[in-house]
């Protein structure tokens, strides 16, 4: 039996914070206080429970931190570990971590049986788990005759994941052909939810007559994964995932996508809406019925005040804010706004809002309004016209993204452009009308008329120069229907012949103008459970691979002594942070009266390289320790000083290159550092992308390079305007044989030669590695840029520091099966991503991980000579960036791994190169330096 006295201690620390989430902490850190009790507070009860390794490091963990003096604490520890380990060997722990109720949680987590459960946890209310539970005992049962582990595991697998054709070649292949339980039979025979001749063009790749034959025969016969595991395992042997034949068949996708809400895209928003009416009403207008829900939802919801959170997602969704605006005749005060935010500007918006203009001159009712409202024939022209466009081009106010008029200018509007003779309602006045067109406020974000009205207020230098003109090339969608336009960088023109590549897309519904590239994954809400996720891939048969991410509901963090609401910010001493389902995110700032340069821990600023096994290289022992790595998660040296093929980790059938990884999701164990590559693959298949050698010779396809016999330089095209110059040292600390080779790897330049020394962390953008190294000179002498965390040297650029969802990437992770799937919660998956959403083809986006085990990105020009226009357009993508992370725009939490993404902070100031030789420059910030949205 439990220990009573330690369940009832431990259940009235969890009933006194019942918000606190999945990793909470043992009781015992309550008698703690110091490094001591933040170590404590982050070793789950839940992880001790499944985990025997976290039982055995979390002694040795707690050593380092806490005096063996603090008897008390040390006592509770020792017993809650006892108990801990004494029923370690129930399978049902590894179903702990899906209770929602934190006092079922806990007492999971130091069970021994489903009985002891019985006073804690409600079938009725925690589904999830208790069929967890049930799985994992119907497995414990059935496959504890078979005798060998591999088998059994597998076993065991096929419980959890029953009808995966793959799971049930795995067992066969495994030499378990002759230990399959009668149960596991019935398991595996599960109709297929799709037509099995899907899979007949595998039967192409058969390697003998007589597997060619079966394989047709059993694929327009069989009704049961079984059937066909059966007939094909006889004929076609032997058995090997890599061989062509098997490849296909457990790799082969549906030909029929997966059904998707009418919006997926906008569904998401559905949970930004105040009213629980609103929220209904969004939730049935694009999850199925459009036409009704959809006007109801325009009438009652979108103009509200309320709401605005809700209609500037779903307009997001639509019609996101991007940089730029030209090309207009009749709005021809709103061309050459080069960084200046717009919804809709095009041609068609330009023509609509002549049109508008028109029909208001001529007495036509302003629609939008609700009452039969008329332009007095007093109002000025060019007032008329700016409205109109205004309307139709909807620029956007950079802090919220927001399109509304100013309060002010709608009021000044009212009183010299409405007909008030016309309205015979007497309640209307300027004020009622301007509720619908503006902020209720007088000081909230918004769009004013004034700019664009009088000439002189425009910025001359925002009309560029040919030669320094910035290219969208995807602004007005050159692509086809089903395809996604993407910006090529400077130095990749040649390959394609235009700044830009149409990418096969997947749309989010069939209402849906958003779309995501062939081979990334989505996030799609679900439609049994409102608020809740799963995630697919997009394929080129449409969307496959889909699984229902386990639901964790919290509308509020616990933080020490109080609740902080979802999404709300607050300060822990001086560091702002961030309330996100449960879980809260901080900046890491030094809190004393003048912020003096320096690093996480205090560590020494000493460049001795260790790498994690997440596969990122901490300057020092003493950051990797700060980062809560262990002496057995750390190796000596960089990363990128390691061969990981040294060991010949692939199959004599396959070839090992390096492809360097940082892996987002602590569960990567390990976090891998090579791929795998068939011998005899295809040299024309061109999915994989180009790479370049290192003698910088372009070729089609890694498996063409291998063929060839050269060696990996980098992924990606050969580029140019970067010099082969090398070794360069990275702002992440690790050393690239050239500069284009940091470049291809989205990775910022610190400076030339190998890696010397690491940057102290500070406000202000300067050189902060003193004589030790030779900072290159900036593009630009005076810009706006940064110095990245733990960097030497300043660059010119926009930044920002990025804050993500820890525990929503490992739900990810735990549900991928196959390796290459995993590549999607890495720092590379989302680097990409992030990319994609820069539409200026001079801007690239570049990134790294902090110290603190953040995201940094830097978004610089591509030129070695760049005009201001383009600097500042790289500046202005960085705030777009952070604006749409902060305000959870679709075009965020669409896609995996971005919806993790849940705060993000402006980092750049003004820099001049007069700091480059020590010269005082007291810092200048641009914009806002550190943007926090508050939501209510």
Known sequence: MLSIGLLMTMLALVVANPFLDATQEMSCCSLAAGSCRSVCSKISLVV?????????NATRRLLEFCSVELTEFWACVNSTLHEVKKDGNWTGR????????????SSCALAGSRKHLNDTCRPSDELEFFSCLEKREEAEHCCITVSNDTCRSICQDLFYKPGKMSNLKLYTSKGCFHQVPKCLKSVAEVKHAEDPKQHLHCCNEASSPGCLETCKRILHTATTDQEIMDALTEKCKPVLPQSPFWSCLLKSGSSKPSRLPLDAGKLSCCTKANKPSCQNLCW????????????????????????????RCLEDADDPCEIGCSGLSYCARFNDRSTTLFRSCSTAADEAAKWEADHWSRGGIIRGLGVPVRAAASCPAETLRAAACLLQLRPCETRIHETRLCREDCLELMASCVDWTAITEPPYTAATLCGKLSPSSSDAPCVSLKPFILEDTRDNESVPNLEEDIVTPCKS??????????????????????????????????????????????QIPRFDQQGCLRICQCTSHGLDKCRTLNCFKFNSCWVHDRYIAHKANFYLECNPCHCFEGEFTCSKKNCAEIRVPSLPCDCPPHYVPVCGRLGF?????????????????VEFGRCSSRDPCASNPCDTSETCVRRNRVCLSGLHKPCRQYECVPLDCDPRDESTGPVCDKENRQHPSICAMIRTGASLGYRGPCLEGCTLRGPVCGANGEIYATECAAWAERTVLDYFGPCLAVGLIGDRAEPRCAHLVQCPRLIEPYCVGVTPPGACCPVCGGAAKLFYSKKQLERIYYMMDEEADKDSVTLDALLNALARQIQVAQCALRGMMTPDRDVFIVIQSTSNRPSTLQLRACVTETEKLVTRISERS???????????????????????????????????????????????
Request: proline share 6%; with cysteine; net charge negative.
């Open 48 to 56: 001790l429970g499944a985990e025997a390794e976290a039982r055995e």
């Open 94 to 105: 590894g179903c702990c971590y899906l209770a929602q109720n934190p006092i079922c949680r």
């Open 284 to 311: 049935r207008a694009f999850q199925s019925d459009w036409e009704s829900g959809w006007l109801q939802l325009d009438a009652e919801c979108l103009s509200s005040s309320l709401e605005g959170e809700l209609r």
């Open 477 to 522: 969608n050159p692509c086809a229907q089903a395809e996604i336009c993407q910006p090529l960088r400077y130095g990749q023109y040649g390959q394609y012949g235009q700044p830009y590549r149409c990418l096969p897309a997947c749309s989010l519904g069939e209402m849906s103008k958003q779309l995501v590239p062939v081979g990334s994954w989505l």
């Open 617 to 633: 290289t901490f300057a020092s022992a003493c950051l990797a320790k700060c980062a809560e790595m262990s002496a057995n998660e």
């Open 890 to 936: 679709p075009k965020i939490a669409a896609e995996v791994p971005l919806g993790a993404l849940t705060r993000a902070e402006i980092a750049h100031s003004y820099i001049s190169s007069a700091i480059t030789s020590g010269t005082c420059f007291p810092p200048m910030f641009f914009g806002i330096v550190l943007l926090y949205i508050v939501i209510s």
